[in-house]
């Protein structure tokens, strides 16, 4: 016969059981987690040095006791797992800067963590927010190539609505190209850089000589031929 009314005592080490192994579940779901998304992340060893220049790399140079850097670590498991979902030619790898002080020195390291995207024989400092999304977007940016060319009207129209300043080349094969590419192969880190033909700027863009470097910013453009001049906007 069934007891009514009456509240059926459950033994304390029972109830204790089942908090311990929920806690053990999330901990299980929680650890596989980490250790999926850190497989996209190559932890680094000195034989990195040798080859390297293989490949695009993205590198977190950290120390296992810094704060920050524990921080970053699931934020990169995530860029890394980022980066392989969408086909980037960039590795992201992972290296420990105290047990490879003489490579970390080689890199420019001086603290932690440090972001460097190694591109052949460079090596570009990220400086930005340590977020996902702005990461991926310097890496693209980097590693991709250090001139863009704007094809057509309709896609200067599209990079022009995204960027804040836009810096185009107009023209062909130059000393001033040259200079250009040498600026931008520097400032890439911070900025896109395109070409582009004259055919494809806007109407009311007018060049006193070609080659020219175009700066659009704030309703109105600069040009550079050898001289700086400003061109407002009607």
Sequence with gaps: RRA???????????????????????AT????????????????????KENRKDDI???????????????LEPVWNEVGKEMKSIGSPVKVGKMDATSYSSIASEF???GYPTIKLLK??????????????????????VAGPVIRPLPSQ????????????LFVYIGGESPLKEKYIEVASELIVY???????????????????IPAVLVFKDGTYFVYDGKLRVMPIF
């Design 191 to 209: 900025t896109y850089f395109f070409s582009a033909s004259e055919e494809v700027l806007p109407e009311y863009v007018t060049l006193p000589e």
């Design 120 to 141: 052949g024989d460079l090596a570009y400092n990220y400086r930005g927010s340590r977020t996902k999304d702005d990461i991926i977007e310097f890496a693209n940016r």
């Design 154 to 165: 309709q896609m200067f129209e599209h990079v022009q609505k995204r960027h804040r300043v």
């Design 4 to 26: 009514t009314g009456w509240a059926v005592p459950v033994p304390v080490n029972m109830v204790a059981t089942k908090r311990e192994r929920r806690s053990f579940l999330w």
């Design 29 to 48: 779901v929680a650890a596989f987690i980490l250790a999926v998304n850190a497989s996209f992340v190559e932890d680094l060893d000195d034989s990195f």
């Design 57 to 71: 790399w993205l590198v977190d140079f950290y120390a296992p006791w810094c704060g920050h850097c524990k921080k």
């Design 108 to 110: 420019g390291v001086r």
